[in-house]
Nanobody
């Protein structure tokens, strides 16, 4: 079982980038695919997820109006479209197959971690002039 991220790169402030997460090998369907990021010197933070059952989507407040998560069922791939990128979006972006849950509560994005979650290796996104 694995998830593999791709599509990272260097983009100017205000620009757009779409990164992908390809999932394969799962016999039990995950609850959701989540997107996370970790900037240098900072803790990893959850930024978005999409549920398999109803394709409901959830976001961290700071990306809600700029990022959009979607899924291509035929390709078992989840995308994160990132618009109006800012230098503070610079980070390694990871996707994970989540077997717990994820969502929003009281304006805060949350997710639960389980031993069954599967993480990718990450893709670097750098926002710089």
């Amino acid at each position: 079982v694995q998830v593999v991220e791709s599509g990272g790169g260097l983009v100017q402030p205000g620009g757009s980038l779409r990164i992908s997460c390809a999932a394969s090998g799962f016999t039990d369907q995950p609850r959701a695919i989540g997107w996370f990021r970790q900037a240098p010197g900072k803790q990893r933070e959850g930024i978005s997820c999409i549920h398999y059952e109803d394709e409901s989507t959830y976001y961290l407040d700071s990306v809600k109006d700029r990022f959009a998560v979607s899924r291509d069922n035929g390709k078992n791939t989840v995308y994160l479209q990132m618009n109006s990128l800012k230098p503070e979006d610079t980070a390694v972006y990871y996707c994970a197959a989540i077997f717990g849950t994820c969502g929003e509560y009281d304006g805060t994005f949350f997710y639960t971690v389980t031993p069954y979650d599967t993480w990718g290796q990450g893709t670097q996104v750098t926002v710089s002039p």
